[in-house]
């Protein structure tokens, strides 16, 4: 016998105020600028390109706006001088 599955909570847009936050945590240049394009670009419906309905607005976000933001290069990762340079 299986459990029966426990149903979905209803989707709650995020406010420009959450988005920015958000945002800020990963490092965004201007993360308010970030949640204003994010909000507009979903609102009111909140359906992705595909037209399915976004159930998880933080994961959409890392998904594809945090790849639209270069990370800086950390000075372990930028490139060191070789020899005598």
């Known amino acids: 016998m299986h459990t029966p599955k426990k ?3 209803a989707f ?3 406010t420009e105020d959450e988005v920015t936050d958000y945002a800020a ?5 201007d993360p308010r600028d970030i ?3 994010f909000i507009a670009c979903y609102a ?3 359906r992705d390109t ?5 159930q998880n607005w933080k994961l959409k976000f890392r998904q594809v706006w ?4 270069p990370q800086p290069q950390s ?9 005598n340079w």
């Open 7 to 9: 149903p979905r909570p």
């Open 35 to 37: 949640a204003k394009r």
């Open 44 to 46: 009111p419906a909140w």
């Open 50 to 54: 595909s037209n399915r309905p976004i």
């Open 75 to 83: 000075r372990a990762r930028q490139q060191k001088p070789v020899g």
């Open 66 to 69: 945090a790849k639209r933001n």
């Open 12 to 14: 709650t847009p995020p």
């Open 25 to 29: 945590g990963l490092n965004f240049t």
